[in-house]
């Protein structure tokens, strides 16, 4: 078997995931597996949309999205057709192509078995 030597998590930023408690989760779930909660890192990835008329691509701070638009997105992603349109062709049509979910970005293990 070989070691785990670094694995990252992305945290999708339309996921609204409370990092701390993430983090403590995952730190947990690590050490009863007997691994080092130190060899994960966790980024937030922003979210981007790409508009299905004009194949523009934008983020949640081109368009500024107000604190409270910011929080229904969040609890709701598909609500974000209600609150955005496209920077350049103001459509609604489009598609979130990232900053969904909680995915693993990559996984690096020792070239060893043990």
């Given amino acids: 078997m070989r070691d785990l030597r670094h694995a990252e998590v992305l945290l999708g930023e339309l996921q609204a995931v409370d990092f ?8 947990t779930l690590l050490e009863q597996h007997g691994l080092d909660s130190g060899v994960v ?5 922003p979210a ?8 523009r691509r934008w983020t ?11 929080e229904a997105i969040h609890f709701l992603p598909e609500a974000a057709h209600s609150f955005l349109r496209c920077p350049s062709c103001g459509s609604a049509d489009f598609s979130v192509d990232k900053g969904r979910g909680v995915s693993i970005a990559r996984i690096d293990f020792s ?3 043990t």
């Fill in 20 to 27: 701390e408690i993430f983090r403590f989760g995952l730190d």
């Fill in 111 to 113: 070239g060893e078995e």
């Fill in 60 to 70: 949640l701070e081109e368009p500024s999205v107000d604190a409270d638009q910011r």
């Fill in 41 to 45: 890192s966790m980024t937030v990835q």
């Fill in 48 to 55: 981007e949309m790409v508009c299905r008329a004009c194949s």
